[in-house]
């Protein structure tokens, strides 16, 4: 009997500089039986020809008119044949047992989803910064979601390995959602899911602050994706299980969304605060230095934001010749 297929999809936009570091991690992971498909996102750079040098080392390259990072997942889930699959982003790295450690330990527990720690870094992967998080362990569902909506752990799409069978029960990723697409789509795959087993030496890599970067976006339909995501998070989570912990877990993450969007979308802000309102409220405080907290406690979190974006905007505009 063969060992299980691992397919590893990567949706690529313009990511030249980095595509190569991405394959070269995929091509190198130990588990050998597996498919690395590429589906270039209408990208304007070489990003594709780059990718099609990969061809005779087994990277199967797909190719569309420029879509979104959704529909490329989407695009590349239709053509995978894997048992496992595993999400990678065109400008992230996966240590060389990542897939393999995760597939063992998945072997053993049916029905479940496995994770693994990741690290921030910006240029190399040696110089990423491994910060634990709450739900760095093995954990069901909704007590994974709570950690997550409360702010206590992100999990980046490259960390995960994901059994097809789930993949297959949560349906596609929406392809209506940019900012913050992968958190809708893995809630649905952990609430299909028994729990999540965390392979604590399952390594991944995550490039941080890139210029253009979905996750650095801070305009209008970006932050209503991230409402629009979030809102479909709620009801997964409430659909599941509606208790008192799972609507202050609600609470919590629109409050959150609050924090971040002000003062940007007025609006939109009210909007996530009546939806955190309606859960029950939320006591989530705005993360901040020892300056932003004191003026938040006495002037209120609004002004103190206010006043820390108009200093970042200071500090970032160009000084005069």
Not at 106 to 119: K, R, T
Not at 211 to 237: E, I, K, P
Request: aromatic letters at 8%; glycine letters at 6%.
């Amino acid at each position: 009997m063969n060992p299980p297929l691992v397919s590893i999809l990567i949706p690529c936009h313009n990511a030249a500089p980095w595509i190569a570091a991405t394959l070269e991690s995929a091509i190198a992971q130990t588990w050998t039986r597996k498919e690395i498909i590429v589906v270039d996102d209408g990208s304007s750079d070489n990003s594709a020809g780059i990718v099609h040098t990969y061809a005779n080392r087994g990277v199967h390259l797909v190719t569309q008119e420029n879509r979104g990072a959704a529909a490329a997942r989407n695009h590349a889930l239709r053509h995978a044949q894997g048992e496992f699959i595993q999400f990678l982003d065109a400008d992230d790295v996966l240590a060389p047992d990542k897939t393999e450690q995760q597939v063992r330990a998945l072997g053993a527990a049916a029905g479940h989803i496995a994770a693994g720690p990741w690290g921030r870094f910006n240029d190399h992967p040696a110089t990423a910064v491994f910060t634990p998080e709450a739900n760095w362990h093995d954990s069901p569902p909704v007590e994974w979601l709570t950690f997550n909506f409360a702010g206590d752990g992100m999990m980046p799409p490259a960390a995960w390995l994901t059994p097809r069978s789930l993949v297959d029960t949560a349906g596609p990723w929406d392809e209506r959602l940019t900012l913050n697409d992968d958190g809708e789509y893995f809630c649905r795959v952990l609430l299909a899911s028994r729990g999540v087993i965390f392979c604590p030496n399952a390594r991944s890599y995550y490039r941080s602050n890139l210029a253009g970067s979905l996750s650095q976006q801070r305009t209008d339909t970006a932050w209503r994706s991230a409402f629009l995501s979030h809102d479909l998070c709620a009801q997964h989570l409430l659909a599941h299980e509606n208790s008192p912990q799972t609507r202050r877990a609600c609470a919590d993450l629109f409050q959150r969304l609050a924090f971040a969007i002000y003062p940007d979308l007025p609006k939109l802000v009210r909007q996530c605060e009546a939806k955190a309102f309606s859960f029950g409220g939320s006591d989530q405080h705005p993360g901040g230095g020892r300056g932003f907290q004191i003026i938040a406690r006495l002037l209120g979190w609004k002004l103190a934001q206010r006043l820390r974006v108009m200093a970042r905007r200071k500090t970032k505009k160009p000084h005069s010749p």
